[in-house]
């Protein structure tokens, strides 16, 4: 009844009889979480600025890939997003088109290894790859299919990252 007392304002009638230490103790970690967010939102924020300022000094480029079979559809539309935010922000960007390209997944054959490039050239694996080498950072799009990213993206990551991941390491 003492903790009712003195809340002022008539904040005492919202006060829990029968808090327990399980009670307080979430209250407490409620309050260190908060204060937490507030310092990891300031270091963010900071990063962020220094990555702009890093991304306008060097002139960065970066490949968003839609790795949707609707070539305008909702990943297109946040992907374009994400370029328009990257781009107010001095960064050049290009959206890669999965949509219409047939793609297998990777065989896990290593002939990549040798070849230095996808054996199973459809088009797009190569290609892409050759294209990454140009570019500084990537965005992977995808609409989500049973808590995963669509077949046709996984396939594609599977084999660029064995055949050509040399050309997306920074």
């Not at 790795?67 to 990943?75: I, M, P």
């Not at 290609?127 to 299919?145: L, R, T």
């Amino acid at each position: 009844k003492g903790i009712t007392e003195v809340c002022e304002n008539g904040a005492g009638e919202y006060v829990h009889f029968g808090a327990t230490s399980n009670d307080i103790v979430d209250s407490s970690n409620s309050l260190l979480i908060r204060d937490s967010i507030d310092v990891l939102e300031e270091k963010v924020e900071r990063l962020t600025k220094i990555m702009l300022d890093l991304a306008q000094e060097n002139k960065m480029k970066v490949l968003l890939v839609n790795g949707s079979h609707h070539e305008k559809g909702c990943t297109y539309t946040a992907l374009a997003e994400v370029a328009k935010a990257l781009n107010a922000n001095g960064v050049e960007t290009e959206i890669y088109q999965l949509s219409g390209k047939k793609i297998e997944g990777c065989r896990g054959c290593w002939a990549c290894k040798k070849a230095k490039q996808c054996v199973f050239d459809d088009g797009t694996v190569n290609d892409f790859v050759a294209k990454a080498a140009e570019f500084d950072g990537f965005v992977f799009g995808s609409p989500v299919y049973y808590a995963s990213a669509s077949g046709a993206l996984i396939g594609f990551m599977d084999r660029v990252f064995y055949s050509g991941g040399r050309a997306l390491a920074y």
